[in-house]
């Protein structure tokens, strides 16, 4: 998958410019990639609690939903086509991020982003129309390829648009995005669900067309990054030309020196993958895979996707079910943007020890009363029905404050040059992948583990917990160039990190 050209002079802090107006207009148009993403995430478990929809697509969802009292409340959705109606988005955008990364690397950016925007557009509407189960699902999967192109140059976009000091921030906002997409999808999803007739499901659907058509249009207005015309078309004026305009500054020669020297390296690098697997790359590559592992086993598409079943489960009406999901999409998107001020002032460690305790303890607190107060046919009262929901919010806001974001912003951080694409690969390929998982297999785990559900994902949140305490050293304000020093510093990994010249006296890879 692509990686851009990130500047690798120490002078990097001294690089000319400030945020200008068309670096933030472009990143505005570029980020509604996120907002896409986030609505796709949203809108599916608003969907698939309305009864009309299931009654068309999932008749045998809706029967248990309305005809069978003897059904288990965490068994009522247990239905893999239901599930696969979800999942289906996170595979397809899984093979769809190979298939953008030589498109991305080799011709830019921007043609990324217009695929990505057009597949969109076509999913969109072919979920709005649907009228059989098949036609449903090829909508679902064309969001995929979406996501997939979307997710591989969005980011990469905005980090290479943005002013090195402010790379971070531009970062999260990226994921910011993402949370204001799943707000709008629960707000949607609220409203339409009121609409007589049951047909409300079709604008869910379908408006995901609305961010999607300015993605599109505004994709070809969008200039290339000064890094993708250096890295596919050695263009090195005009890679100027565009560094001065973003940066709202005629000197740029340092930064644009140092493009161009990471580029000559990158180039240098053929094989990227035989170089992660060696010995001294073993903790970035062990970041790579169990930082986005852990991302997905806190459980937080369990909210993002099934927010609104899970309220149902809980006791609330179909209606109440919706709104408790927009609260949470609130509470997310507020944490996310309070992340992104002090992500660069607190660090990532203490984010990490201090949201993972939140999550934590409120899951813990949600099992056992879900275990003592609901059970398999029980229903909670107003009361514990909304010290549930604060108690997920809670949750939400520790997610948001932490894993959420650092999540993507730790592993942007800790690759080397020579081993960067891999890493990223690696890193997408290992969070979409688990992604796929959860949203398949959760329903049937709400089934047979029950309120056990919550203790499961909170064993996970104290294992992570632990593991960033003792193996992820902390890289705020450290320039990539020196990251390498955090490695041969740390009391664990410094024992795999060594120079060439120390292979040459009988270390091997």
């Known amino acids: 998958m692509a990686v851009g050209i990130v500047p690798t002079s120490e002078g990097s802090a001294d690089y000319n410019g400030r945020i200008t107006w068309f670096v933030v207009l472009s990143s505005i148009v570029a980020a509604t990639g996120g907002i896409i993403f986030g609505y796709d995430i949203g809108i599916s478990g608003g969907v698939i609690s309305m009864a009309p929809f299931l009654n068309k697509f999932f008749p045998e969802v809706f029967t248990k939903m309305t005809h069978v009292a003897e059904i288990s409340n965490y068994c009522v959705f247990d239905s893999q086509l239901l599930t696969s109606f979800t999942s289906s988005l996170y595979i397809a955008g899984l093979i769809a991020s190979f298939l953008a990364s030589p498109v991305t690397r080799t011709y830019g950016r921007r043609p990324s982003i217009i695929i990505g925007g057009i597949a969109f557009l076509i999913g969109s509407a072919l979920g709005g129309a649907a009228s059989n189960i098949y036609m449903l699902l090829l909508g679902r999967i064309l969001l995929g390829v979406g996501v997939g192109f979307a997710n591989q140059a969005v980011p990469l976009y905005l980090s290479e648009m943005a002013p090195a000091k402010y790379r971070g921030s531009f970062n999260i906002a990226f994921q910011l995005c993402v949370g204001i997409g799943v707000l709008f999808a629960s707000l949607l999803n609220y409203g339409v669900q009121k609409i007589k007739g049951g047909w409300g499901w079709r604008i869910s659907l379908a408006m995901a067309a609305a961010p999607a058509t300015f993605l599109t249009i505004g994709a070809f207005f969008l200039p290339e990054t000064a890094n993708s015309l250096i890295q596919h078309g050695n263009d090195h004026q005009k890679a100027k030309k565009i560094l001065q305009r973003v940066r709202g500054t005629a ?259």
Request: proline content about 3%.
């Open 251 to 509: 000197d740029v020669q340092v930064e644009l020196d140092d493009l161009i020297k990471a580029s000559d390296k990158s180039k240098a690098v053929k094989h990227p993958f035989k170089q992660i697997i060696k010995r001294k790359y073993r903790p970035q590559l062990v970041m790579s895979i169990l930082i986005p592992f852990f991302q997905q086993v806190t459980g937080i598409n369990v909210i993002s996707f099934y927010a609104p079943i899970l309220f149902q489960t809980i006791g609330l009406g179909a209606s109440a079910s919706l709104m408790s999901a927009v609260v949470t999409g609130v509470v997310g998107t507020s944490a996310t943007f309070l992340a992104l001020l002090i992500v660069d002032r607190v660090g990532r460690r203490a984010m990490f020890s201090f949201g993972g305790i939140q999550m934590f303890v409120s899951q813990i607190l949600i099992g056992i009363i879900m275990a003592v107060k609901l059970g398999d046919h029980g229903v909670l009262s107003k009361g514990y029905g909304l010290l549930v929901l604060v108690l997920i919010c809670i949750y939400v806001a520790g997610f948001s404050l932490s894993w959420g974001p650092l999540g993507w912003l730790v592993p942007s951080e800790i690759f080397p040059l020579e081993i960067r694409s891999a890493g990223q690969s690696i890193t997408v390929a290992v969070g979409l992948i688990f992604t796929f998982i959860i949203a398949q297999t959760f329903l049937a785990m709400l089934c047979h583990l029950k309120s056990g559900i919550f203790f499961f994902f909170g064993a996970w949140v104290v294992i992570m917990t632990v593991f960033v305490y003792f193996f992820l050293p902390e890289t705020r304000n450290l320039p990539i160039e020196n990251m390498e020093s955090i490695w041969r510093d740390h009391w664990f990994w410094k024992r795999f990190v060594f120079d060439e010249q120390d292979n040459d006296k009988g270390y091997t890879t």
